[in-house]
């Protein structure tokens, strides 16, 4: 390549470009780190920008006519050389933040690679491992850590969200509240859910639960040779947070899954995890036609249900009641925008995590006898026939019951993973213990690592509802039942049980706050089907093959349980 002086050709100066545009470099590596921008814009000003200031430069005269195309294109590659290789040197050196922690090599570098590997469906086993290998703090990303220290946890989960959201919400600007960073911001998106989800709402909720409850039974008498648990406990609680979060608009129950509305849900699970570990190519996603179509498509239908159910009117007193601020006539309805995301809300956050943990709790109690026995003796103590099995009136009395469900979250949490969040950039360090973590970085405090560890529950990886009768002090550890299949008069270790490290639903000011209302669900289909029927795997289902099948990307994914149903 050659530069044109008056009609005279000299070599390309490429040493002196590079000095140029390396400084620049290093500059805008350090705005990346700093300021960490999502805007498609930015990156474009600083990825572009260095390389063409530099082509501008050398193109005055008195730089003799450097050749334009030849400068910027070397400019541009040694600038993005420079970024990268620059941005690599912190991140493994011994001046970054997070150096201390231990962790893969690997990971240290970037987050495309966990971002990667979080499509493979194990992510909670591979955490676990980490863990395992490296500790109770290990270093899962450049900016990330992974906490699995039972005796800091309670602190921790005053840390607010992480930017996950938004890259699943395809949107720097429109999150949905669960994914609101701004502790205060957060907060008042709240309080209408944390008003919708009192005790007092809850109350007024049950004559619902029992409506779509009472036509899952139908649906299963009218099915009982066979039917696949998981599929019809999905069709309930869709069905029945539609009614919640719209006052109606699916009918799954009646019309199978051709009617269903949100369908779209389980289309894009690998990419929404992707995104929610890459934030910014998230938001490059909602500038790509089709890349965000499923979320776009839950946006449009929430939309339209929205607009039919402030067009309706308040016929109950569901959960779009209060989060129209029906409840409090002096206060302004909220903008349509954020009627729609917490209709979305709704949908995503309150169907697959019910309907996984009562088709969880049916696994367990169909290859444990014994659990299913002991269950059952309660279901018929207190609801007999006569009794009304969707009447939540006796659920605060059934111990059992309460440790079942315990059990189930603790062995197989909905959500696995927890939940991202963050330090705030421009805040102080948080500091718990003996553990320092800097400003702007991420954490994950997983329920499955804090359930599986030993430290925390006695033989961790076994279903074993007594232990939470032993912990209460219903039962005492030498009268307690012992593990099925377990061998001998006692348990073979000390017994250990650690409350604080229980935490399905999170904990903390951005903790679910839909505990409530999942588990009055689940116990009352629970309640309801066992009062009803005898509940008995199809001949020839192979139990493993449920775990098999097992997958977390978001929450822990749907899997058959094929059973038979016979009128009690």
Not at 52 to 81: D, E, K, M
Not at 221 to 236: A, I, P, R
Not at 299 to 321: M, N
Not at 551 to 560: A, C, D, I, L, N
Request: with cysteine; aromatic share 10%; hydrophobic share 35%.
């Amino acid at each position: 390549m050659v530069e044109s002086i008056s009609g005279a050709a000299l070599p390309f100066d490429w040493g002196y470009n590079a000095r140029l545009v390396i400084p620049l470099s290093i500059v805008v590596s350090q705005l990346f780190r700093i300021c960490n921008p999502y805007s498609p814009a930015a990156h474009a000003i600083l990825l572009i920008g260095p390389p063409a200031l530099v082509t501008w430069y050398r193109s005055l005269p008195f730089q003799r006519g450097s050749n334009a195309l030849y400068t910027f294109g070397f400019s541009a590659a040694i600038h993005l050389a420079t970024v990268i290789l620059s941005t690599l040197i912190y991140r493994l050196s011994p001046v970054h933040p997070l150096c201390k922690f231990p962790g893969p090599l690997w990971r240290r570098i970037s987050m495309i690679g966990p971002a990667y590997s979080a499509t493979n469906g194990r992510i909670p086993q591979d955490v676990r491992s980490l863990h395992d290998q490296y500790g109770d703090i290990v270093r899962t990303g450049p900016n990330e850590l992974h906490i699995r220290d039972p005796t800091v946890l309670a602190a921790l989960w005053s840390v607010p969200r992480g930017p996950g959201f938004i890259g699943t919400s395809l949107s720097r600007t429109r999150q949905p509240m669960v994914g609101i960073q701004n502790p205060d911001e957060h907060q008042r998106r709240r309080r209408p859910w944390t008003r919708g989800m009192g005790p007092v709402a809850l109350k007024e909720y049950e004559h619902i639960i029992a409506k779509r409850g009472q036509q899952l039974m139908e649906r299963f008498e009218e099915n009982k040779e066979e039917v696949s648990l998981d599929q019809w406990f999905h069709y309930f609680v869709f069905d029945f947070m539609s009614d919640m979060a719209f006052g109606g608009g699916t009918e799954l129950l009646r019309n199978g899954e051709r009617s269903n509305p949100w369908s779209m849900l389980g289309k894009s699970l690998q990419i929404v995890v992707v995104f929610s570990r890459l934030p910014w190519l998230g938001v490059y996603g909602g500038y790509i036609p089709g890349a965000g179509r499923a979320l776009r498509a839950l946006q449009s239908r929430s939309s339209e249900f929205t607009a039919q159910r402030v067009k309706r009117g308040s016929t109950t007193r569901d959960l779009f009641y209060y989060l129209n601020n029906e409840d409090l006539p002096n206060v302004q309805p909220p903008p349509p925008n954020h009627l729609i995301d917490d209709g979305v809300l709704a949908i995503v956050g309150g169907t697959d995590t019910t309907a996984i943990t009562l088709t969880n709790l049916f696994y367990f109690l169909l290859t444990h006898p014994d659990v299913y026995t002991a269950l059952q003796g309660e279901v018929d103590k207190f609801y007999p026939p006569e009794e009304d099995g969707f009447n939540p009136k006796y659920h605060r009395d059934m111990t059992y019951l309460q440790a079942v469900i315990n059990e189930t979250l603790r062995v197989f949490p909905p959500n696995p993973m927890g939940g991202q969040r963050q330090v705030l950039p421009n805040g102080p360090p948080v500091i718990v213990n003996n553990l320092h973590i800097p400003p702007g970085t991420v954490i994950w405090l997983s329920p499955y690592t804090y359930h599986r560890d030993p430290r925390s529950f006695t033989l961790p990886d076994t279903f074993w509802p007594e232990r939470w009768l032993i912990a209460s002090g219903h039962t005492k550890l030498e009268d307690a039942r012992l593990p099925t299949g377990s061998t001998g008069s006692h348990i073979p270790v000390e017994f250990v049980h650690n409350d604080t490290a229980f935490c399905p639903f999170g904990g903390g000011p951005i903790g679910c706050v839909g505990k409530g209302l999942a588990l009055l669900e689940i116990r009352t289909v629970t309640c309801a089907l066992l009062q009803k029927f005898d509940v008995r795997t199809r001949h020839g289902w192979d139990s493993q093959e449920y775990l098999k099948n097992m997958k977390t990307f978001v929450t822990s994914g749907r899997r058959p349980l094929p059973v038979t149903l016979t009128l009690r």
